[in-house]
């Protein structure tokens, strides 16, 4: 993806991509992103919706991805349009011991912050002891492992900064993690 998207950005005068062309200003945010740059943006959020731990792979996407790239008549990119579906729907549901529903379950769990616990009703003090991702019957089924390569409270605030730099403020972030939750 990285490899498509720095082709399709037009070079400056050293050789190298130029990376203002195709410019948009980011909503509520002094940052400035190319179409390049937005692209890439996508793919956390994406990952953290799509993907699970399985027995054999902590990052194992369990969606199908179909992105078309547009470029203009000198190859340079104009814009994306990304498709996704679920493959496997049945995660939400139930998923085998030792795996995890998606991503973004657990980052929230894990990752959100003394007030949201509160927003979102998630009664950390009525678990009975347990973590509060093995509380809940759609995060622990599998007993919530952890990840290997990475924590989810650092895979929330990769997510958060990827939703921000996309342009969405923080009332539309908050709804999505309120239907998460």
């Not at 498709?83 to 657990?106: D, P």
């Not at 616990?117 to 809940?136: P, R, S």
């Not at 409270?153 to 539309?172: A, H, I, N, V």
Request: with cysteine.
């Amino acid at each position: 993806m990285l490899y498509l998207t720095t082709l399709g950005t037009p070079e400056d005068s050293s050789g190298g991509p130029n990376v203002e062309v195709g410019v948009e200003e980011v909503h509520d945010s002094n940052e400035k992103l190319s179409i390049m740059e937005r692209v890439l943006q996508s793919n956390p959020i994406l990952e953290a919706f799509g993907n699970a731990k399985t027995l054999r792979n902590d990052n194992s996407s369990r969606f199908g991805k179909f992105i078309e790239l547009g470029f203009n008549r000198a190859g340079i990119l104009q814009g994306a349009k990304v498709q996704t579906y679920l493959l496997e729907k049945v995660r939400i549901g139930f998923h085998a011991s030792g795996e995890r529903n998606y991503h973004i379950f657990y980052q929230l769990l894990r990752g959100a912050t003394e007030e949201q616990h509160h927003k979102y009703c998630f009664h950390d003090g009525l678990t009975g002891g347990l973590e509060l991702a093995n509380y809940f019957h759609l995060t622990g089924q599998g007993g919530a492992p952890t990840l290997r390569e990475f924590t989810d409270e650092e895979g929330l605030k990769y997510t958060l900064k990827s939703m921000r730099s996309m342009g969405w403020d923080e009332g539309k972030i908050d709804m999505v993690l309120s239907i998460v939750a």
